[in-house]
């Protein structure tokens, strides 16, 4: 057996496991999946990527959090002879394994990540790229006897592990949110005491609305918090709204109501509301033409905009492509053009014209835009988005009590930032109704 050197090994550690099975995904004939737990998601996410793979066996515990919808998928495409699948049900099922056949051989990835959204991307997790040929082949006796040890998911099966399941969701959540309040704490290392706030267009008490420990609460005393908040943004989208260029064609949300944020929690991701903001994009004639061409969620939060958001201890403005689940239609044209060089050139251009303080975010993967030293490299970097699991983001954050966010500088500071951005926009932008 052939043990991989220092330099291979550094070319085969990852932490972002979605990225790793794009690439391998489409060329795989067979492949074997050993894992805890999965989501629907992500079990209908590689099943769309996998389009040649004739041989997919997967196995999963009943010990974890594996939804009930799953089991019933694996269940049916099983008996239809799609694929074998088998629940562990001994000990405590804990393997994450994944191992692919392609032309070039079997290649298995060997780490922390379950086969879940967090998992593959979202969480901080670490995975080896095996290819070696003995190893690979240990691996895969592994597999045979944990399929072995399996049991066929019945009916009765998925019954008696659905009462087990729904009984855990609501100790889970509980959990989820205690996790969460626990490293909003121990993650803040700002002190919000220490700022200067005279003249500051958001006043401290502004930025507590979104204070560490009481992000996940809904209480009358936190709504009423952040609805001064809200209050202030809808003041700033009045100031905004009479100095943007009617030629950028980027509008608020067109029904007043949605122009800023929500304050409850069940609008915001993981049900947290570390922030509030307003956005600017499409307008509502604009949209209207992509009804047919989109789902039901044809408003202004599902499209590339332009957004002001406030937090506990920065104000950013950013150019946000997309949220996670959202900007189908931009996102999916920026893939397709980046193709021509000349495109991909011009991307470059703008992005990294934007200077030093401004910043990408694209697969849960944060860089300075200053990092990109040509265009195959940003490319190569924007080809990892994914517009229904990530973020896609480029921004500034300002500091709390700089000059920029005063009383009479912050309407400029949003604006010039959004000159900024438009050449960008535009250049993302889809143009199928101009």
């Known amino acids: ?60 515990g009943v010990h974890m959090a594996t939804t009930p919808a799953v089991l019933r998928k694996m269940q049916e495409r099983t008996i239809a002879g799609n694929m074998w699948s088998g629940a562990y049900v001994d000990h405590y099922f ?19 990540g379950n086969f879940t959204e967090g998992g593959w991307s979202g969480n901080e997790e670490l995975f080896l790229k095996v290819t070696d040929t003995e190893l690979c082949d240990q691996l895969l006796e592994r597999f045979a006897k944990y399929e072995e040890a399996c049991k066929p998911i019945s009916d009765e099966l998925i019954d008696w592990y659905t009462q087990s399941y729904t009984a855990n969701q609501q100790l889970d959540h509980q959990k989820r949110r205690n996790i969460d309040n626990l490293l909003d704490r121990l993650n803040s290392n700002f002190n919000i005491d220490l700022v200067n706030f005279a003249g500051q267009f958001f006043s401290k008490e502004d930025h ?45 949300h067109y029904d007043e ?55 506990f201890n920065e104000v950013g403005v950013w150019l946000m492509p997309g949220k996670s689940g959202a900007g189908e239609i931009d996102r999916e044209n920026l893939q397709r053009k980046l193709d021509d060089d000349n ?36 490319r190569d970097y924007v080809r990892n988005d994914n517009w229904r699991k990530f973020y896609f983001i480029i921004g500034r954050n300002y500091s709390l009590g700089t000059p920029e966010l005063k009383r009479e500088n912050i309407a400029k500071t949003c604006l010039d930032n959004f000159a900024k951005y438009w050449p960008i926009y535009e250049l993302i932008r889809d143009k199928s109704f101009s």
């Open 94 to 112: 804990h393997p994450k394994l994944y191992l692919f056949k392609t032309s070039l051989g079997w290649t298995a990835f060997v780490g922390s």
């Open 1 to 60: 057996m052939t043990l991989p050197s220092s330099s291979q090994l550094a070319t085969n550690v990852t932490g972002k496991f979605s990225i790793e099975f794009s690439k391998v995904a489409d060329q795989a004939t067979a492949c074997y999946i050993a894992v805890g737990m999965i989501t629907d998601r992500m079990f209908e996410f590689a099943l769309r990527k996998m389009v040649w793979c004739k041989d997919l066996r997967v196995i999963t």
């Open 257 to 311: 109501s949605h122009i800023a944020s929500h304050i409850e929690t069940m609008h915001h991701h993981d049900e947290n509301v570390r922030s509030l903001w307003v956005g600017y994009g499409r307008d509502k004639n604009q949209l209207k033409q992509y009804g047919k061409y989109v789902s039901s969620n044809n408003t202004p939060l599902f499209y590339m905009r332009m957004q002001v958001i406030v937090s």
């Open 208 to 252: 507590l609305a979104f204070q560490p420990g009481k992000t996940h609460l809904d209480t009358k005393e936190v709504h009423d918090e952040r609805r001064k908040t809200r209050n202030k943004l809808y003041t700033l989208n009045d100031m905004l709204e009479k100095v943007i260029p009617a030629s950028w064609r980027i509008h608020p």
């Open 343 to 378: 495109f991909s050139e011009e991307f470059f251009e703008l992005v990294t014209g934007l200077g030093s303080s401004y910043w990408i975010e694209v697969a849960d993967d944060h860089r300075d835009v200053a990092e990109f030293t040509n265009s195959n490299e940003l």
